[in-house]
C-alpha cells in the first residue's frame, strides 16, 4: 500500500505559502465561528428591540449605541492596532522585553484616553443631544442615556486592546471568546431580560456597558495566560514615540472609518428623526451576514502582514491577499446579490411588515457593499505595512464627502438618499485603497481565479431574477426562488473546481478527521 501523500503535496503549495494559508484559514476559521455566533445574536437582539420598541424607539437606540461606537473608537485611539504590530514585530525577532513593552503602552494610552472621551461625554451630553432632538424633554432623555453609556468607552477600549495582544500571537481563540461570545451572550440575555421587564431603550444601553465590562475581564485573564515563561520575566521596553505615532493616525482611520462610524446613523438622525434612523438601522442590521467572513478574516490577516513585511515576503504576501480576497468573494457576493435583488423579503422575515419601506434601502446599501467585500482586506495591508497615514487620509476624504453629500441629499430624500451616499462613497474609497496598495506595497487583491466567484453569482443573479419575472409574491415561492438561485451558485462552484489554497485547507481538515475518528476507534 503506497503511503498517502500529504496534503502539501497535493496541493503544490510551497511550504511558505502552505503555512500562511494554515495560519489564516485556521485563525480566520476561529473568528468566522465567533462572528457567526455574535452577529446571530445581534440579529436576534434588533427583530426583538423592533418589535418592541418599535421604529421610533429602536431608532433612538440606535443614535445613542452609534454615538457610544464612536466615543469608543477616539477613546481606543489606535493603541489596539498599535500593540498587536508592535507585539508581532518584537515576537518575530525574539525580543521579549518589547512585547511586555508594548502591551503596557497599549493598555495605558487605551485608558488615558478612553477616560477622557468618557469624561467629555458625561460634560457634553447635553449639548450633543440637542444636535438630534429639539424639545427640552428629549434633550434631557437622550443626555440621560448616553451618561447612562459613558463606562462603555473604557471598557470597550480595554477590551479591544487585550483583544489585539493576544491576536499578535497569531491565534484568534482567546479574542473570539472574549469579543465574540462573552460580549454578545452577555448583552443578549441581560438586554432581552430588561427589554421584556418594561425598561425600554434605558436597559438597552445599560446592558452594553455591562457586557463591555464583563467581557474586558475575562480579556484579561486570557492575555496573562498567553505570555510565555521568557515574556513574563523579562524587564519591558516601552516604545511610548513610535507606538503613537502609529497609533493616532491609524485611530484617526479606524473612527472615520464609514462603516465603523456608522456615520449613516448619526447623518439621518439629524436629518429625518428616529424612524427613519429605525429603517436605515434595520438595512444595516441585515448587511451583517455578507460581511461575516471579511469580518472574520481581516484580525488574523492584519499580524500576518506585518509579520511577512516585516521579512521581506512581499510576493507571499500578494498571493495570500488574492487568495484572502477570492474567500470573502466566494462567501460574501451571494447574501449581498439576494439582499438586492429579493430585498422585500429578508425585511419581511427580519423584521415584519411594519419596516417595509426598509426593503428599498436594503437594496442599495448591498450593492455597495459588493464592493467593499470584494476588494478584500485593503485597508490592513497599507496601515499593517506601516502606512496608516495613507488610510486615514483616505478615511477622511470619505467622511467629509459622506457628511457634504449627506448634508445636501438625506433632508429630501432621506434613508433612501443616504443608502445611496453610502454606496457610492464605500466603492470609491475601497477602490482607491486598491490602486494604493499597488503602488504602495507592490500587491493588488484580485487573481485569475477570482473570476469563480463572480461567474457563479451572475449565473445565481440571473436564476433568481429570472424566477422573480415568472413567479408571484408568494413568500414560499420567493423562499424556494433564493433557494433554487442558492443551489445553482453552489453547483457552478463545484464545477469550476478547487485552487490549490482550498485543497490545501479541504486536505488538511478531512486528515484531521481520520485522525479524530482513529483516537476514538
Request: glycine share 10%; aromatic share 8%.
Given at each position: 500500500m503506497?503511503?498517502?501523500?500529504?496534503?502539501?503535496?497535493e496541493a503544490?503549495?510551497s511550504?511558505g505559502a502552505a503555512?500562511?494559508?494554515?495560519?489564516?484559514?485556521?485563525?480566520g476559521?476561529t473568528?468566522i465561528?465567533?462572528?457567526?455566533?455574535?452577529?446571530?445574536?445581534?440579529f436576534?437582539?434588533t427583530?426583538?428591540?423592533?418589535r418592541?420598541?418599535?421604529?421610533?424607539?429602536?431608532g433612538l437606540?440606535r443614535?445613542?449605541?452609534?454615538?457610544?461606537?464612536?466615543g469608543?473608537?477616539?477613546?481606543?485611539a489606535g493603541f489596539n492596532y498599535?500593540s498587536m504590530?508592535?507585539i508581532a514585530r518584537a515576537?518575530a525577532?525574539?525580543?521579549?522585553?518589547a512585547v511586555?513593552?508594548a502591551?503596557?503602552t497599549?493598555?495605558?494610552?487605551?485608558?488615558?484616553?478612553s477616560a477622557?472621551?468618557?469624561?467629555a461625554l458625561l460634560?457634553?451630553?447635553n449639548?450633543i443631544?440637542a444636535?438630534f432632538?429639539e424639545?427640552?424633554?428629549e434633550?434631557?432623555?437622550?443626555?440621560f442615556?448616553l451618561?447612562?453609556?459613558?463606562?462603555?468607552i473604557?471598557?470597550?477600549?480595554?477590551?479591544?486592546?487585550?483583544?489585539y495582544?493576544?491576536q499578535?500571537?497569531?491565534?484568534?481563540?482567546p479574542?473570539?471568546?472574549v469579543g465574540?461570545i462573552i460580549?454578545p451572550?452577555?448583552?443578549?440575555?441581560?438586554?432581552v431580560?430588561?427589554?421584556l421587564?418594561?425598561?425600554?431603550?434605558?436597559?438597552?444601553?445599560s446592558?452594553?456597558?455591562l457586557s463591555?465590562?464583563?467581557?474586558?475581564?475575562?480579556g484579561?485573564?486570557?492575555y496573562t495566560r498567553?505570555?510565555?515563561?521568557?515574556?513574563?520575566?523579562?524587564?519591558?521596553?516601552?516604545l511610548?514615540?513610535?507606538?503613537?505615532?502609529?497609533a493616532?493616525?491609524q485611530?484617526g482611520?479606524?473612527?472615520?472609518?464609514?462603516?465603523?462610524?456608522g456615520l449613516g446613523?448619526?447623518?439621518?438622525?439629524l436629518?429625518r428623526?428616529?424612524?427613519?434612523?429605525?429603517l436605515?438601522?434595520?438595512a444595516?442590521?441585515?448587511?451583517g451576514?455578507g460581511?461575516v467572513f471579511?469580518s472574520?478574516?481581516?484580525?488574523?490577516?492584519?499580524?500576518?502582514?506585518?509579520?511577512l513585511?516585516?521579512?521581506g515576503?512581499i510576493?507571499?504576501?500578494g498571493?495570500?491577499?488574492q487568495?484572502?480576497t477570492r474567500?470573502?468573494?466566494t462567501?460574501?457576493f451571494?447574501?449581498?446579490?439576494?439582499l438586492a435583488l429579493?430585498?422585500?423579503?429578508?425585511?419581511?422575515?427580519?423584521?415584519?411588515?411594519?419596516v417595509?419601506?426598509?426593503?428599498a434601502?436594503?437594496?442599495i446599501?448591498?450593492?455597495?457593499?459588493?464592493?467593499?467585500?470584494?476588494?478584500?482586506?485593503?485597508?490592513?495591508v497599507?496601515?499593517?505595512?506601516?502606512?496608516?497615514?495613507i488610510?486615514?487620509?483616505?478615511s477622511?476624504?470619505a467622511?467629509?464627502?459622506y457628511?457634504?453629500l449627506?448634508?445636501?441629499?438625506?433632508?429630501?430624500?432621506g434613508?433612501?438618499g443616504?443608502?445611496?451616499?453610502?454606496?457610492?462613497?464605500?466603492?470609491?474609497?475601497?477602490l482607491?485603497?486598491?490602486?494604493q496598495?499597488?503602488?504602495?506595497?507592490g500587491?493588488?487583491?484580485f487573481?485569475?481565479?477570482f473570476?469563480?466567484?463572480?461567474?457563479?453569482?451572475?449565473?445565481?443573479?440571473l436564476v433568481l431574477?429570472?424566477?422573480g419575472?415568472?413567479?408571484?409574491?408568494r413568500l414560499?415561492w420567493?423562499?424556494?426562488?433564493?433557494?433554487?438561485?442558492a443551489?445553482?451558485y453552489?453547483?457552478l462552484?463545484?464545477?469550476?473546481g478547487?485552487?490549490?489554497?482550498e485543497?490545501?485547507v479541504w486536505?488538511?481538515?478531512?486528515?484531521?478527521?481520520?485522525?479524530?475518528?482513529r483516537k476514538?476507534?
Amino acid at each position: 500500500m503506497s503511503p498517502q501523500k500529504p496534503p502539501l503535496q497535493e496541493a503544490n503549495l510551497s511550504s511558505g505559502a502552505a503555512e500562511d494559508v494554515k495560519i489564516v484559514a485556521r485563525g480566520g476559521a476561529t473568528q468566522i465561528i465567533g462572528q457567526i455566533s455574535q452577529r446571530s445574536l445581534s440579529f436576534l437582539f434588533t427583530a426583538i428591540a423592533v418589535r418592541v420598541l418599535l421604529a421610533g424607539g429602536y431608532g433612538l437606540y440606535r443614535q445613542v449605541a452609534q454615538v457610544l461606537a464612536i466615543g469608543g473608537q477616539l477613546g481606543l485611539a489606535g493603541f489596539n492596532y498599535a500593540s498587536m504590530r508592535f507585539i508581532a514585530r518584537a515576537r518575530a525577532v525574539g525580543d521579549h522585553g518589547a512585547v511586555r513593552g508594548a502591551a503596557r503602552t497599549g493598555l495605558v494610552g487605551a485608558l488615558l484616553a478612553s477616560a477622557v472621551v468618557a469624561g467629555a461625554l458625561l460634560v457634553l451630553a447635553n449639548q450633543i443631544a440637542a444636535l438630534f432632538v429639539e424639545s427640552t424633554s428629549e434633550v434631557e432623555e437622550l443626555a440621560f442615556l448616553l451618561r447612562l453609556g459613558a463606562a462603555y468607552i473604557p471598557a470597550f477600549a480595554l477590551l479591544q486592546v487585550l483583544r489585539y495582544c493576544t491576536q499578535a500571537y497569531k491565534t484568534m481563540v482567546p479574542s473570539v471568546i472574549v469579543g465574540n461570545i462573552i460580549q454578545p451572550v452577555v448583552r443578549f440575555a441581560l438586554g432581552v431580560m430588561l427589554l421584556l421587564a418594561g425598561l425600554g431603550v434605558a436597559g438597552a444601553i445599560s446592558t452594553l456597558v455591562l457586557s463591555m465590562a464583563v467581557a474586558a475581564i475575562a480579556g484579561a485573564w486570557y492575555y496573562t495566560r498567553m505570555l510565555t515563561p521568557e515574556e513574563r520575566v523579562a524587564t519591558p521596553k516601552s516604545l511610548p514615540g513610535p507606538m503613537i505615532r502609529f497609533a493616532l493616525p491609524q485611530a484617526g482611520a479606524s473612527t472615520l472609518g464609514i462603516q465603523s462610524l456608522g456615520l449613516g446613523i448619526i447623518v439621518v438622525g439629524l436629518f429625518r428623526g428616529n424612524t427613519e434612523v429605525g429603517l436605515f438601522a434595520v438595512a444595516l442590521a441585515l448587511q451583517g451576514p455578507g460581511s461575516v467572513f471579511l469580518s472574520g478574516i481581516v484580525n488574523i490577516w492584519a499580524p500576518v502582514v506585518s509579520d511577512l513585511h516585516e521579512r521581506g515576503e512581499i510576493q507571499r504576501l500578494g498571493s495570500l491577499y488574492q487568495t484572502i480576497t477570492r474567500w470573502v468573494a466566494t462567501f460574501s457576493f451571494p447574501v449581498f446579490a439576494a439582499l438586492a435583488l429579493e430585498p422585500d423579503l429578508f425585511v419581511k422575515l427580519f423584521a415584519g411588515d411594519e419596516v417595509a419601506d426598509a426593503a428599498a434601502i436594503v437594496a442599495i446599501l448591498a450593492a455597495g457593499n459588493l464592493f467593499y467585500t470584494g476588494t478584500g482586506p485593503t485597508g490592513y495591508v497599507l496601515s499593517m505595512t506601516g502606512r496608516p497615514g495613507i488610510n486615514f487620509i483616505n478615511s477622511a476624504a470619505a467622511v467629509l464627502l459622506y457628511v457634504g453629500l449627506g448634508a445636501w441629499i438625506v433632508p429630501e430624500h432621506g434613508a433612501v438618499g443616504m443608502a445611496a451616499i453610502d454606496a457610492a462613497v464605500t466603492t470609491l474609497v475601497n477602490l482607491v485603497r486598491v490602486a494604493q496598495a499597488k503602488l504602495l506595497v507592490g500587491v493588488q487583491p484580485f487573481g485569475r481565479s477570482f473570476l469563480k466567484p463572480v461567474a457563479a453569482t451572475v449565473t445565481a443573479a440571473l436564476v433568481l431574477w429570472g424566477w422573480g419575472s415568472f413567479a408571484d409574491d408568494r413568500l414560499g415561492w420567493e423562499i424556494a426562488g433564493v433557494s433554487v438561485a442558492a443551489a445553482v451558485y453552489l453547483l457552478l462552484l463545484r464545477v469550476l473546481g478547487l485552487d490549490p489554497e482550498e485543497r490545501y485547507v479541504w486536505n488538511r481538515i478531512r486528515t484531521q478527521a481520520l485522525k479524530r475518528r482513529r483516537k476514538k476507534g
